[in-house]
């Protein structure tokens, strides 16, 4: 298989999949009998997005604007502490353990005091989607900084630079695939926070939206709701994904001349 052809099955192939996902579970719907309300069949549940499409796209822009500003957030406070623990080994031991210790905690339990200090609605949504969203980033960030060479810090440093450029010249520049790889992760990680506030206190956004459809036993409509979720983490993935590739195109530039030379 030439490089063009894998190229092309590449991209077809996330598609395949998820037709035929589609497929086998409409198909089990209907040999099976099971019922509506407690598997809805991918038709059913392309229905209720039709049915409901004014307040669906109302609540999804809710929680999309709630994630990408805790996201936003993230990024802001994620990179700095990455940097701040990757460029010291002594800050490095002293904080990793502290963070590992906040990421154990479930953030479900965490969600009342944001409320007791925030309130119902959109703070909580934005405090919890920086929560779940910034460890990762930092944690990454860090281990690009901390990863790079001594031997090359050695070289560089008997030429005259300093811990600054040391910092901006070669550390960041390092970190940069492990950044946009934490990215990935983390904007799939600020939706789940969102949706986990707004399940719990928030009078708007998919998860208040599935709440009440969940109430009202509407399961289409909730299962409705889980796809938009779906689909709008997937869309802001393949954004940062390809930010990535334009970004650190040079991190995998042998791979991929690896698996054309290989095709």
């Known amino acids: 298989m030439n490089a063009s052809s894998q190229r092309r099955l590449e991209l077809v192939m996330p598609w395949l999949v998820i037709a035929g996902i589609l497929i ?10 099971i019922r509506p309300f407690v598997l809805p069949s991918p038709v059913a549940i392309f229905g209720a997005l039709i049915q409901y499409h004014d307040p669906i796209l109302q609540h999804a822009s809710f929680t ?17 502490l990455g940097v701040v623990i990757g460029s010291s080994r002594l800050i490095y031991v002293g904080l990793y ?14 969600v009342p005091i944001l409320v007791l200090w925030l309130g119902i609605g959109q703070p909580t949504a934005i405090a919890t989607a920086f929560l779940l969203s910034f460890f990762p ?11 790079v060479e001594p031997e090359l810090e050695d070289v560089l440093r008997s030429l005259g ?23 990935k992760v983390s904007i799939t990680l ?7 506030a707004e399940t719990i206190a928030s009078n708007d956004g998919i998860g208040y939206l599935m709440l009440q459809a969940s109430s009202q036993f509407r399961i289409p409509l ?9 689909l709008m983490g997937i869309a802001t993935f393949l954004v940062f994904a390809y930010i990535e590739k334009r ?17």
């Open 247 to 263: 970004m650190t195109g040079w991190a995998t530039r042998g791979r991929n001349l690896q698996a054309a030379g290989g095709g």
């Open 24 to 33: 086998v579970w409409q198909l089990a719907v209907m040999l099976f009998g």
């Open 97 to 110: 353990p502290v963070l590992i210790g906040f990421n154990s905690i479930p953030k479900v339990a965490v």
């Open 190 to 196: 600020a939706f789940i926070g969102a949706v986990i």
């Open 222 to 230: 909730m299962f409705a709701g889980v796809f938009v979720i779906a």
């Open 137 to 147: 980033i930092a944690v990454n960030v860090a281990t690009g900084l901390a990863t």
């Open 161 to 183: 630079a300093t811990k600054r450029d040391l910092l901006f010249k070669v550390g960041l520049p390092r970190a940069m695939p492990y950044f946009f790889a934490s990215l």
């Open 64 to 80: 999309l604007m709630n994630t990408m500003i805790g996201f936003a957030c993230g990024i802001l406070f994620g990179v700095t």
